[in-house]
């Protein structure tokens, strides 16, 4: 069964709003987890990486204040895509890392559609 | 910076057929290559990996060889089923493990019956 959620996996909302996607894991605590969007036919790209109960790292390119990733708790991420444009519309997928080590997990993604 | 190229899809072939799926990179140092699949409404999920050059990765019947002279990790399988429907996905990492990965685009796969 899954070990990362997310939630929605669609969600439809109107330019100027914001919207929030979670990404949680289920039976294991997760110390980090990765944002990842990928836009038609293009590659899955890195957005940031966050540590839980501290602040998200973005990649070059990618507006923090845009894009609010929060990690307050060992099983919950959020990102929050905030006075969303159509021009976010695009697939968003998260990884999770736990305690163990290497083994990542990856959520099912969603898919955000900005009218 | 660190990329991967993947061939583009989508692939529809029948059952039994054999399956490559090409994918090069370009990164610096030493990087770990990784195949990962995604089935319908599921996460993508680890399907195989390398971490040094010459090394192969195999797991389901799915086969790939790190070629660091042609800068390579072609996927392959001999004999696809229905099941082996999905998306695949090249990645590499800087790190050891799959940590910060950088994707390829993702080839959708279909087998047909």
């Known amino acids: 069964g899954a070990v990362v959620s997310q939630h929605p996996s669609r969600v439809i909302c109107k330019s100027g709003t914001s919207v929030k996607i979670e990404c949680r894991s289920l039976d294991f605590q997760a110390t980090t987890m990765f944002w990842y969007r990928q836009f038609p036919k293009q590659s899955l790209m890195l957005m940031a990486t966050s540590n839980e109960g501290s602040k998200a790292t973005y990649e070059q390119g990618v507006e923090k204040d845009k894009f609010l990733i929060n990690h307050a708790s060992l099983t919950l991420s959020t990102l929050t895509v905030t006075s969303a444009h159509p021009e976010d519309s695009s697939f968003y997928i998260c990884?999770?890392?736990?305690?163990?080590?290497?083994?990542?997990?990856f959520g099912e993604g969603s898919w955000l559609t900005v009218v | 910076g660190n990329s991967v190229t993947q061939m583009e899809g989508p692939v529809t072939l029948s059952e039994e057929a054999f399956l490559t799926i090409n994918c090069t990179y370009t990164a610096t140092g030493y990087p770990s290559l990784f195949w990962y699949v995604q089935y319908p409404g599921e996460g993508l999920q680890l399907l195989l990996k390398a971490t040094k050059a010459d090394d192969k990765g195999s797991n389901k019947g799915f086969e790939a060889t790190y070629r660091k002279e042609t800068t390579s990790f072609h996927l392959e399988k001999g004999s696809v089923q229905v099941s082996d429907s999905a998306v695949y996905f090249c990645?590499?990492?800087?790190?050891?493990?799959?940590?910060?990965?950088?994707f390829g685009a993702g080839t959708t796969v279909t087998v047909r019956a």
């Open positions: 990884s999770a890392g736990g305690l163990s080590g290497n083994t990542i997990y």
């Open positions: 990645a590499l990492s800087a790190f050891s493990n799959d940590y910060k990965l950088s």
